[in-house]
C-alpha cells in the first residue's frame, strides 16, 4: 500500500471531506432547551372578579391528628390460650374456628392416662376415708368400754382426719381436670360410671379463633396449647407511632380505625403506649381499642389510624379547597396582591382539621388567599 502523503486533487478532494464533516458535527449540536416559564400574576376583569371569594388567613385553635398504620390483634384481656390440662392422645373434635361458645362448652375429647389415674385415685382415697372413719368411730365405741387407750383412739381419728383430707384432694385433682359434674356426683356416690374420656373445655365465652390439634395428635399436659378462644366484639389495634408525632398522642384520645372491609371507619380509644421504641421501625406502639361489630376487623389485619389528639394545638389554618398541586405535587394557594392581582405560593402543609389545613409555611396571619376559583386561576396561568 502506498503510504506517502496526499499530493495534488486528492489532497484537496480531502479536505473538502473534512470540511463537510464539520459542518455536519457542528449540526449534531443539541440545541439549548427553551428556559422555563416563570409564573406570572394573574389580573383579572371586574366580571372575572365576581367568581373569585377570598379568605383572611388567621391563626386560630384545632385538634391535631395524628395518621398512622397499625395491626389488629386480639384484645388479651378477653382472650386465652387453652392449654391441653392432661397427657393423652385427642380422640374427638367438637368445634372448629369460628364456632361461638359458651364458658364450660366442650372443645375436645381425650384419652388420658391422667384422668384415669386420677378417677382410680378419688375412688382409692374415698374408699380409704369410709374405712378410716369407721375404725375411729369403732375406736372411740371400745374407749368409752375401756376397751383401748385414750391414745389409740385419738390415732385413729387422726387417721380418719388424714383419709378425709385426701380424698378432698382428690376430688378437687378430678375437678381440675373439668371432670362432668354428673360424673362427679357418681364418684361420690359410689356408683359405677362408664369409661370416661377427659374433656377440654372453654375456659371463657367467646369464639373459637385458632384449633391448634388434630385427631390422634398427643398432648403434653400444661404444655400443649389446643386452642384460643376470644371474645370478639372488642379488638386491640396497635398503631405505629413516629417519633415526630409521639408528643401529640396521650392516653384517652379517640381515634377512627379504617380497613378495606369496613364502608366506614370505626371508634376508638387510645388506652396505653409503649414505653419502648420498636427497633425495627424506630417507632413506638400506641394500643386502641375498638369496638368490633360484626367482627370485621380479623387478627393480623392491617388498617389505617387516625387518632384525634384532645390536648388542642394553634396555628395559621386554610380552608382546603385553597390549597392545589402542581405538576411535582407541590402543594399552593393563590394570594391576593395589594394592587389586584393574584400569585401563585407554595406552602407547607401541617395536619389536616375538617375542611381546614394547618399551613406550616408559606402563609403569614392575614394573608388574603383565593378559596372559591383557584381552578379557574390555574387554567388562566397555564395559557
Known amino acids: 500500500m502506498d503510504t506517502e502523503p496526499l499530493r495534488g486533487p486528492w489532497r484537496a478532494r480531502a479536505l ?28 383579572l376583569t371586574a366580571a372575572q372578579r365576581e367568581h373569585i371569594r377570598l379568605y383572611a388567613v388567621s391563626s386560630g385553635a384545632f385538634s391535631r391528628t395524628v395518621e398512622a398504620t397499625g395491626v389488629v390483634d386480639f384484645d388479651n384481656d378477653q382472650a386465652t390460650s387453652v392449654l391441653a390440662p392432661f397427657s393423652g392422645p385427642v380422640t374427638r373434635l367438637l368445634v372448629q374456628p369460628g364456632d361461638l361458645v359458651r364458658k364450660g362448652q366442650p372443645l375436645a375429647m381425650v384419652e388420658s392416662p391422667d384422668f384415669a389415674a386420677a378417677v382410680a385415685g ?7 376415708a369410709q374405712t378410716t372413719q369407721k375404725l375411729a368411730e369403732a375406736d372411740r365405741d371400745l374407749l368409752a368400754h375401756n376397751g383401748i387407750s385414750q ?46 374420656e377427659g374433656v377440654i373445655r372453654a375456659p371463657i365465652a367467646g369464639t373459637v379463633a385458632e384449633k391448634l390439634i388434630t385427631p390422634g395428635q398427643l398432648l403434653q399436659a400444661g404444655a400443649t396449647p389446643a386452642f384460643t378462644v376470644a371474645d370478639l366484639s372488642r379488638v386491640w389495634v396497635m398503631a405505629q407511632i413516629p ?9 384517652g384520645d379517640t381515634a377512627e380505625v379504617q380497613n378495606g372491609a369496613a ?18 421501625t424506630r417507632a413506638v406502639l400506641a394500643r ?78 392575614g394573608d388574603r388567599i383565593v378559596v372559591d376559583g383557584a381552578l379557574f386561576l390555574q387554567f388562566m396561568e397555564s395559557q
Do not use: W
Not at 123 to 128: C, G, L, P, Q, S
Open 16 to 43: 473538502m471531506l473534512a470540511a463537510f464533516a464539520a459542518m455536519g458535527l457542528g449540526g449534531c449540536t443539541p440545541k439549548a432547551e427553551p428556559p422555563a416559564p416563570v409564573a406570572r400574576n394573574l389580573t
Open 122 to 128: 378419688y375412688r382409692k382415697a374415698m374408699a380409704t
Open 151 to 196: 391414745r389409740e383412739a385419738l390415732q385413729a381419728d387422726t387417721d380418719a382426719a388424714n383419709a378425709a383430707a385426701d380424698r378432698d384432694a382428690a376430688l378437687q385433682a378430678l375437678a381440675s381436670l373439668d371432670v362432668d359434674p354428673a360424673t362427679l356426683r357418681d364418684l361420690q356416690a359410689g356408683r359405677p360410671v362408664a369409661h370416661v
Open 243 to 251: 417519633d415526630a408525632d409521639l408528643a401529640s398522642v396521650h392516653v
Open 263 to 280: 364502608a366506614r371507619g370505626v371508634s376508638g380509644t387510645v388506652d396505653n403506649l409503649s414505653a419502648v421504641v420498636n427497633p425495627d
Open 288 to 365: 386502641v381499642v375498638v369496638a368490633n361489630p360484626g367482627d370485621l376487623l380479623k387478627k393480623q389485619m392491617y388498617v389505617r389510624v387516625r387518632i384525634h389528639a384532645r390536648a388542642p394545638s394553634a396555628g395559621l389554618l386554610a380552608p382546603t379547597s385553597a390549597v392545589l398541586r402542581d405538576d411535582e405535587n407541590l402543594a399552593f394557594v393563590y394570594v391576593a396582591l395589594a394592587d389586584g392581582a393574584f400569585a401563585r405560593r407554595h406552602v407547607t402543609l401541617g395536619d389536616r382539621t375538617g375542611d381546614q389545613y394547618e399551613i406550616a409555611d408559606g402563609l403569614k396571619s
